[in-house]
């Protein structure tokens, strides 16, 4: 007797967090995620974390009648039926807006067929007794998945009036700093020996566009000198114009390992041109979520050189899509790595399971992951060890098993907070009035 789905259910949730700074400003209390959840007619329960927002839960919503009642063996109809619903949902929105908010709706799109397509592949992985890994590409490729300290420039909440999280966990020393302001390479470094601490990451991110270039660069060297082993790359999300990109990453070979999105578009030249030439004239690899991340963006991409390592978050990529870059990274020389914006551990073991799916060398997987442990949706937390997290071949699924109390109390908070869209300039206004995004200009280089 095949199973179906019987059940699809939608839940915003919000979680908390750190005032972490980007150029985008800095990160509110709360960040948000919808979390699907599957039931088959057997009762075994399949789940996925997409990102937060009312367009994505919407999108999901519209999903539910085209999922209930099918069996969790058509996954794959089931995802292209969704896709083929979505595409004339989002080409029959009114038109108006610019291209890149177009694009960016697209991307909406494949956050909710992962949306869609994660819980069927856990149940579907339950049912054959084997981890979601073994169910992408070519299958299992490793049991263990190393993943990265995401570094951050913290502001000060104190001075926000917002309802920041604060003294939360006094188990070590990351607990007790990870929500206090962190504004030099000392406080960087500091954070990156109390995360190793905990976590055991040997590599390490720093997110730039917060201060200028020069004082940035100042911290990677700093973190350089404490861990002369790690592997370590900056990412100021394309805020450098190249000839500043060039100028700051003169001497930093071996310094850094990679340079994560250093310049953007440029006048008449696209982000992909000006990340060609940086890459050609720097002698560094280069990392992007910015400017590969569909098949036609990554055509472009590799006809231009612009990109050695694709960050290829199954949230906008799928998961079985993430794997595919994976696999084509691995036959033409490129090195696959991930994405990460805030998430539960639900998506923690999304990448975990695409991680371990990935052929050949892989780029330790970003997460941000280190400033929400503790909050986790599962009955058990998960755990790193020297900074990887094992995907057991004897596990079924996708190592989750949802705490529906944990899930109910982060979706209280979603709903009492009025939580929704991600509004990083509302969290810069809060210390700065007045405030305003610039593509080019690190945010506290005002
Ligand atoms: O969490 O502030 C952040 C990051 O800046 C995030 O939004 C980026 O999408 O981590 C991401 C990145 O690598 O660009
Ligand atoms: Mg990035």
Not at 189 to 216: C, T
Not at 253 to 271: K, N
Request: proline share 5%; aromatic share 8%; glycine share 8%.
């Amino acid at each position: 007797m095949v199973q179906v789905i019987k059940r699809m259910e939608v839940i915003p949730v919000a979680g908390y967090d750190s005032m972490l700074l980007n150029l985008a400003g800095a990160h509110e209390p709360f960040f948000t995620r919808n979390i699907v959840v599957m039931t088959d007619s057997d009762g075994v329960i399949g789940v996925g974390e997409v990102p937060g927002g009312e367009v994505i839960t919407r999108r999901l919503e519209s999903c539910i009648p085209l999922v209930e009642g099918r069996p969790w063996s058509q996954c794959n109809d089931i995802v292209m039926t969704c896709a083929k619903m979505l595409s004339a949902q989002v080409t029959a929105a009114p038109a108006g807006g610019t291209e890149t908010a177009h694009a960016q709706i697209f991307k909406k799109v494949t956050n909710v067929l992962t949306g869609v397509e994660t819980p069927l592949l856990d149940i579907m992985a339950k049912h054959l007794e084997v981890p979601v890994a073994a169910l992408l590409g070519d299958g299992q490729q490793r049991d263990s998945v190393r993943f990265l300290g995401y570094l951050f420039y913290v502001g000060d909440r104190t001075k926000t009036g917002m309802p920041y999280i604060h003294d939360d966990d006094d188990s070590d020393e990351w607990g007790r700093i990870r929500r206090e302001p962190a504004l030099t390479a000392e406080a960087i470094v500091h954070q990156a020996k109390a995360a190793q601490e905990r976590f055991g990451f040997h590599d390490f991110k720093l997110k730039g566009g917060v201060f200028s270039g020069a004082e940035e660069m100042e911290a990677i060297r700093a973190l350089k000198r404490s861990f002369p082993d790690a592997r370590i790359t900056i990412d100021p999300n394309g805020a450098w114009s190249l000839a500043e990109s060039l100028e700051l990453c003169r001497d930093m070979v071996g310094t850094l390992t990679y340079c994560e999105d250093p310049c953007g578009a440029e006048g008449r030249f696209s982000g992909r041109e000006t990340m060609a030439e940086f890459h050609r004239l720097s002698g560094l690899a280069t990392a992007t979520n910015m400017i590969d991340t569909d098949w036609r963006e990554m055509k472009a991409a590799i006809r231009l050189d612009s990109v050695t390592i694709p960050l290829a978050d199954p949230h906008f990529w799928t998961m079985r899509g993430c794997v595919r870059v994976a696999q084509l990274c691995h036959d033409m020389d490129l090195t696959w790595g991930v994405h990460s914006n805030n998430h539960f551990d639900i998506s923690l073991h999304m990448v975990a399971q695409a991680a371990a799916a990935a052929p050949g060398f892989y780029n330790a997987c970003d997460t941000h992951y280190m400033w929400q442990d503790g909050q986790h949706l599962g009955q058990e937390p998960p755990v790193f060890r020297d900074g990887c997290l094992s995907v057991p071949r004897d596990a079924p699924g996708l190592g989750v098993e949802i705490d529906r109390a944990k899930l109910e109390a982060a979706h209280r908070l979603y709903v009492e907070h009025d939580c929704g869209t991600r509004d990083d300039a509302a969290g810069m206004q809060s210390i700065i009035p007045g405030w305003e995004y610039d593509p080019h200009r690190p945010a506290l280089v005002r």
